[in-house]
C-alpha cells in the first residue's frame, strides 16, 4: 500500500473500505481490528522542543495511541486522578495539596512510581531519548493515564522526570512553574534541614541527594529557589559537583509493576488468549509491556 493511500486514509480522504482496511492491516503486520478500532485520544500535557522532528512527534503519538487502546483492554478504562487545582494556586500549595490528597506522609516519598500507579497511571519503561524527555506521558479526559520513563538514565533523573510530568498535568498558562511543583512536590521546603550550622555544604549535599531521592543539580535549584543558598554558594556547589559528583549511593529503585503484574497475571490465566484479547503476537505483547521488566 503507498503512502498516497494511508496518508489519504489518515486525512479522511480515502474511504475506509472493508478492502482497504485488510490491506492497511496487511502492510502494518496488524489485525483488521486493530486499524478499524475507533483511535483513542491522546493528550501529551509535557511540551515538546520546537526543534524535534516532526517524524518523532508522529511516532510518539502514535505509540501512545497504541498503548492506550491496548491498555484498555488489559486494565480496563480509568481517568486522571490529579484533583483539579484553584485557580489562585502556586506551585508550592500544588505540590501540598497533591501529597494531601493522595494521603503522603512527611519526608521523601519512598517510591513515586508506586504512588502514581496506586492513582491508576500506567508507567511503562521505554526508551524516550527520541523526544528529549526522561518522562512523557497522556492524560487525555475519561481515560486512563499513560507515562512512558526513559530505561536510559539514573533511577534519579527519572523520579524527577516523573515529578515534572505531575507538574505539566498541574500547570497553568498563568505561569506555575512545573520544575518548581516537582522539586516542592518530592522534597517539601518545610521539611528539609539544609544544613545544622553554616552554609551547605558539599558533604550535606550528596546527603540531600541521597535522602531525598533527587539529582544532585536539582537539590541546588530548589535550595537556591527557596533561599538557603546564595547565589554565590550556588556556583561553587555547582562547579564542585560538576568536577566531583557527590558522595550520594543509595537510589531509590522505582520500577512499574501495573502493567507487568497484569499481563503476567493474564499470561498465567490464559496463555497465549491474553495476547489475542489486546490484538498482539505473545512476542509483541512481551516487547511492548514486559521489555526489561525484573524477575
Known amino acids: ?15 475506509f473500505a472493508p478492502e482497504v482496511a485488510q490491506r492497511l492491516a496487511g502492510a502494518l503486520d496488524v489485525s483488521v481490528e ?11 500535557v509535557a511540551p515538546l522542543q520546537s526543534s524535534l522532528p516532526a517524524q518523532v512527534t508522529k511516532t510518539l503519538t502514535a505509540e501512545l495511541t497504541l498503548a492506550h487502546f491496548h491498555l484498555r483492554r488489559l486494565l480496563g478504562g480509568g481517568s486522571n486522578p490529579i484533583p483539579v487545582p ?12 497533591l501529597r494531601e490528597s493522595w494521603a503522603v506522609p512527611a519526608g521523601p516519598i519512598s517510591n513515586l512510581v508506586a504512588l502514581v500507579e496506586q492513582h491508576g497511571v500506567a508507567c511503562i519503561v521505554r ?9 512523557v506521558g ?3 479526559d475519561g481515560d486512563r493515564p499513560i507515562v512512558f520513563l526513559n530505561n536510559r538514565v539514573s533511577p534519579r533523573e527519572r523520579r524527577l522526570a ?5 507538574g505539566h498535568v498541574l500547570a497553568r498558562p498563568d ?3 512545573a520544575h518548581e511543583f516537582a522539586a516542592e512536590f518530592l522534597m517539601p521546603s518545610a521539611d528539609v534541614t539544609w544544613c545544622s550550622v553554616g552554609p551547605l555544604t558539599w558533604t550535606r549535599l550528596g546527603e540531600l541527594e541521597e535522602h531525598w531521592g533527587l539529582p544532585s543539580r536539582a537539590v541546588l535549584v530548589h535550595a537556591r529557589r527557596v533561599g538557603a543558598v546564595s547565589a554565590t554558594q550556588h556556583r561553587h556547589l555547582t562547579s564542585l559537583v560538576r568536577e566531583m559528583g557527590t558522595k550520594a549511593a543509595r537510589a531509590y529503585a522505582e520500577e512499574p ?5 497484569a499481563v503476567r497475571q493474564v499470561e498465567r490465566d490464559d496463555g497465549g488468549q491474553a495476547a489475542a484479547r489486546m490484538l498482539l503476537s505473545p512476542g509483541e505483547l512481551r516487547r511492548r509491556f514486559l521489555a526489561g521488566a525484573r524477575g
Request: aromatic letters at 2%; charged letters at 20%; proline letters at 6%.
Open 162 to 166: 516523573l515529578a515534572l510530568e505531575l
Open 127 to 135: 526508551d524516550t531519548s527520541a523526544v528529549r524527555l526522561d518522562a
Open 34 to 44: 486493530l486499524v478499524t478500532s475507533p483511535t483513542p485520544a491522546v493528550r501529551i
Open 1 to 15: 500500500m503507498s503512502q498516497a493511500v494511508i496518508s489519504g486514509i489518515e486525512r479522511g480522504r480515502t474511504p
Open 86 to 97: 484553584g485557580s489562585d494556586r502556586g506551585a508550592k500549595e500544588l505540590a501540598r495539596q
Open 175 to 177: 505561569g506555575v512553574d
Open 138 to 140: 497522556s492524560w487525555p
Open 257 to 261: 509493576s501495573l502493567v507487568v503484574a
